[in-house]
T-cell receptor, first 114, second 108 residues
Framework: DAGVIQSPRHEVTEMGQEVTLRCKPI?????LFWYRQTMMRGLELLIY????????DSGMPEDRFSAKMPNASFSTLKIQPSEPRDSAVYFC????????????FGPGTRLTVT | GQSLEQPSEVTAVEGAIVQINCTYQ??????LSWYQQHDGGAPTFLSYNALDGLEETGRFSSFLSRSDSYGYLLLQELQMKDSASYFC?????????FGTGTRLKVLA
């Protein structure tokens, strides 16, 4: 299996622009997680889906962030408009179980907003 | 509230044994997971404990005490490649949270 696939790997954009991060989970996994990691705040769960349905989005920092999972093999995390404080590494992870106790992470997208 | 506490940094020498502790406070509890993350890399799954006791996987073991809201990761026969950050993670009733991570430095 190819593992969790994320694109792009690096993104540099200007403040105010829309950013879309993409994730393809491992085939057959039922749960998908989006995380943000910074030195200051560590690894934060933004949102997770079970069977394509958002279960907990309380970690989404504000309305500028939105996530979708239109089917079992694809998810997006969108930031509109982006701000410098959104600069971070964004990870997508998937899990076979709905409990998410064993998660497989993608390589991450390093986002820089100038 | 919900929180996880683990030491920020641990240093040990090659070949030694090191224990990384994790205490948690959550609304509901389903289990404790451990992840390893090398600099510039993604977290990788190490172990999961849902029940009290010790789980062993090669050089790594993980322990859980639900009554004490406490767990630890035990690394034996340390190797230089074990230098990384280690995160405990807990799923409560409504939230899934990661600890702030313990940076392990293995010295030659």
């Amino acid at each position: 299996d190819a593992g969790v696939i994320q694109s792009p790997r690096h993104e540099v954009t200007e403040m105010g622009q829309e950013v879309t991060l993409r994730c393809k989970p491992i085939s057959g996994h039922n749960s998908l997680f989006w995380y943000r990691q910074t030195m200051m705040r560590g690894l934060e769960l933004l949102i997770y889906f079970n069977n394509n349905v958002p279960i907990d989005d309380s970690g989404m920092p504000e309305d500028r962030f939105s996530a979708k999972m239109p089917n079992a093999s694809f998810s997006t995390l969108k930031i509109q408009p982006s701000e410098p404080r959104d600069s971070a590494v964004y990870f997508c992870a998937s899990s076979l179980s709905s409990g998410g106790e064993e998660q497989y992470f993608g390589p991450g997208t390093r986002l820089t907003v100038t | 509230g919900q929180s996880l506490e683990q030491p920020s940094e641990v240093t040990a020498v090659e070949g030694a044994i090191v224990q990384i502790n994790c205490t948690y406070q959550t609304s509901g509890f389903y289990g404790l997971s451990w992840y390893q993350q090398h600099d510039g890399g993604a977290p990788t799954f190490l172990s999961y404990n849902a029940l009290d006791g010790l789980e062993e996987t090669g050089r790594f073991s993980s322990f859980l005490s639900r009554s004490d809201s406490y767990g630890y990761l035990l690394l034996q026969e340390l190797q230089m490649k074990d230098s990384a950050s280690y995160f405990c993670a807990v799923k409560g009733t409504y939230k899934y949270i990661f600890g702030t991570g313990t940076r392990l430095k293995v010295l030659a």
